[in-house]
C-alpha cells in the first residue's frame, strides 16, 4: 500500500505541474487575469485533500487523498516560478525564487513534529506489551488505533491550507 500511495503521489505531482503550466497561461492569456488567481484553485486543492484524507477508513481509498496531494503540491511548484517572475521581474528571479523554495522548510518541519507527536500520544504505553511483539513488528512506538493515529493532525494541516488559501484570495 505505501508504495502504491508514492506512486499516485509521483504521477499527480506530475499531472499538476503540467496542468497548472498550462491552466495559468490560460488564466493569464484567454481570461485576461494574473497567474496569482491559481493559487486559490490550488489552496483549494490542498484543502479537499486533507478533507478527504480525514474520511479515509480503509487503506484502500487512500489513493484518492494522496492523488489530490499529490495534485496540489505538482500545482503549486508548478506555478510558483512564474508567479515570483510576475511579481518580482526576472532580473533577481533566482534569488527571489531561492527564498520562496526555501519556505518549506519551517513549515515541513512543524508539521512533521505535530504529525509525530500526535503518533506517539496513541502509541501503547509499553510496546513490547503489546501486539508488536505478538505480530513480531519491529521494537518502537507504533500506533494501532487507526485513523485516530493521524485524523488531529489532519484538522491542523486542513486549518494551515484553509489560512494559506485565504491569504492567497487577499
Not at 75 to 91: D, H, K, M, R, S
Request: glycine share 10%; with cysteine.
Amino acid at each position: 500500500w505505501q508504495s502504491m500511495q508514492v506512486s499516485v503521489l509521483s504521477i499527480a505531482n506530475c499531472l499538476g505541474r503540467l496542468l497548472s503550466g498550462v491552466g495559468a497561461d490560460l488564466v493569464k492569456n484567454r481570461l485576461a487575469l494574473p497567474r496569482t488567481y491559481c493559487i486559490i484553485a490550488v489552496g483549494t486543492i490542498f484543502v479537499l485533500s486533507q478533507l478527504m484524507a480525514t474520511h479515509v477508513e480503509d487503506v484502500q481509498h487512500l489513493w484518492m487523498a494522496s492523488g489530490l496531494l499529490g495534485l496540489a503540491y505538482g500545482g503549486i511548484f508548478g506555478l510558483y516560478p512564474t508567479v515570483v517572475i510576475e511579481w518580482f521581474g526576472l532580473a533577481h528571479f533566482r534569488e527571489n525564487w531561492g527564498f520562496v523554495s526555501l519556505s518549506p522548510l519551517v513549515g515541513g518541519n512543524l508539521f512533521s513534529l505535530a504529525f509525530g507527536h500526535n503518533l506517539d500520544a496513541h502509541a501503547p504505553p509499553n510496546p513490547s506489551d503489546s501486539l508488536v511483539r505478538r505480530a513480531e513488528l519491529p521494537a518502537g512506538d507504533q500506533c494501532f488505533a487507526g485513523r485516530d493515529c493521524y485524523v488531529s493532525s489532519l484538522y491542523l494541516t486542513i486549518s494551515a491550507c484553509t489560512v494559506a488559501t485565504a491569504l492567497g484570495l487577499y
